[in-house]
């Protein structure tokens, strides 16, 4: 198996750049290009993704994670959160932004052009990345699935509101706690107001209803952060969607961070294989 990690793809938006890894066999076939997005507090090392990596190679698909270039993670240092001011500076707009630089990326890349099947290009989210690559797919034609596990179905409603919002404006700046870090991560105003400046095109319900293309969406039953009534949601905006709901599963898909195990957790091998087959 070929891995190469830490490629930093230059973006055409920003000065940082995306940090990036791929998987797959090298073996002169051409095969379906899969293209992984983490999510909130999220990057591409996270818990168990290394793991899912090697799976979906082992079984002949070109496998691409990367960190959304403003997650907080560096080139130096990709893992965890050292560039809090870049994490402060992220949106929505921004990452759909890194998505497309990463799809374009690969789609000409000379390097890996007789391991790759570029009309075959399939996008999977976790979480906030879930919602990241359902407006993706919809207003790009190069993308022929899309999958989710455990997406959002609604930005708007994960801002704060009222008086909350208001101390948020006056303030420039709200931090959230990472329980695991310990860092209070800050989110500056700018954030609200790109998502205000692109409510259209950050629309998740209106990108969904206008996919022409196979959606899978998974849910877990016991998913606390991303309820199961987001991926109900996305099913019925889109009739010809296939939801599935894995019974006991968190919002992590059974994973944590470290994952220190050599195998994956019972469900996220359940997600692996649901949408192995759904992309063949």
Same mark, same amino acid.
């Given at each position: 198996? &070929?891995?190469?990690?830490n490629?930093?793809?230059?973006?055409?938006?920003?000065?940082?750049?995306?940090?990036?890894?791929?998987?797959?066999?090298?073996?002169?076939?051409?095969?379906?290009?899969?293209?992984?997005?983490?999510?909130?507090?999220g990057?591409?090392?996270?818990?168990?993704?290394?793991?899912v990596?090697?799976?979906?190679?082992?079984?002949?698909?070109?496998?691409?994670?990367?960190?959304?270039?403003?997650?907080?993670?560096?080139?130096?240092?990709?893992?965890?959160?050292p560039?809090?001011?870049?994490?402060? &500076?992220?949106?929505?707009?921004t990452?759909?932004?890194?998505?497309?630089?990463?799809?374009?990326?690969?789609?000409?890349?000379?390097t890996?052009?007789?391991?790759?099947?570029?009309?075959?290009?399939?996008?999977?989210?976790?979480?906030?990345?879930?919602?990241?690559?359902?407006?993706?797919?919809?207003?790009?034609?190069?993308?022929?699935?899309?999958?989710?596990?455990n997406?959002?179905?609604?930005?708007?409603?994960?801002?704060?509101?009222?008086?909350?919002?208001e101390?948020?404006?006056?303030?420039?700046?709200?931090?959230?706690?990472?329980?695991?870090?310990? &860092?209070?991560?800050?989110?500056y105003?700018?954030?609200? &107001?790109?998502?205000?400046?692109?409510?259209?095109?950050?629309?998740i319900k209106?990108?969904?209803q206008?996919?022409?293309?196979?959606?899978?969406?998974?849910?877990?039953?016991?998913?606390?952060?991303?309820?199961?009534?987001?991926?109900?949601?996305?099913?019925?905006w889109?009739?010809?969607?296939?939801?599935?709901?894995?019974?006991?599963?968190?919002?992590?898909?059974?994973?944590?961070?470290?994952?220190?195990?050599?195998k994956?957790?019972?469900?996220?091998?359940?997600?692996?294989q649901?949408?192995?087959?759904?992309?063949?």
């Amino acid at each position: 198996m &070929q891995i190469e990690r830490n490629i930093a793809i230059k973006s055409t938006h920003h000065q940082k750049p995306i940090v990036t890894d791929v998987f797959y066999n090298q073996n002169q076939t051409k095969k379906p290009i899969v293209i992984f997005c983490h999510g909130y507090k999220g990057y591409k090392d996270w818990g168990a993704w290394n793991l899912v990596a090697e799976h979906f190679a082992k079984e002949d698909f070109f496998f691409l994670k990367f960190n959304f270039s403003h997650n907080g993670g560096t080139l130096e240092n990709p893992i965890d959160f050292p560039d809090l001011e870049a994490f402060g &500076q992220n949106n929505y707009t921004t990452e759909l932004n890194d998505l497309e630089t990463v799809i374009d990326w690969i789609a000409l890349n000379e390097t890996y052009k007789n391991e790759i099947d570029v009309h075959n290009i399939t996008l999977i989210g976790h979480s906030r990345g879930g919602g990241i690559v359902t407006i993706k797919a919809s207003e790009n034609a190069n993308i022929k699935k899309v999958i989710t596990w455990n997406g959002v179905s609604d930005y708007v409603g994960r801002f704060p509101k009222g008086a909350k919002l208001e101390e948020w404006k006056e303030n420039g700046v709200m931090y959230v706690l990472n329980g695991r870090t310990k &860092q209070q991560m800050p989110h500056y105003y700018q954030f609200f &107001q790109d998502f205000k400046e692109n409510k259209n095109r950050l629309n998740i319900k209106a990108a969904v209803q206008k996919l022409n293309k196979p959606q899978l969406i998974i849910s877990g039953s016991k998913d606390t952060v991303v309820l199961p009534i987001d991926g109900e949601n996305m099913h019925r905006w889109n009739q010809k969607s296939k939801w599935i709901v894995i019974d006991k599963m968190n919002h992590t898909l059974g994973s944590k961070h470290p994952w220190d195990e050599d195998k994956l957790p019972v469900e996220l091998q359940k997600v692996i294989q649901l949408s192995m087959d759904f992309i063949r």
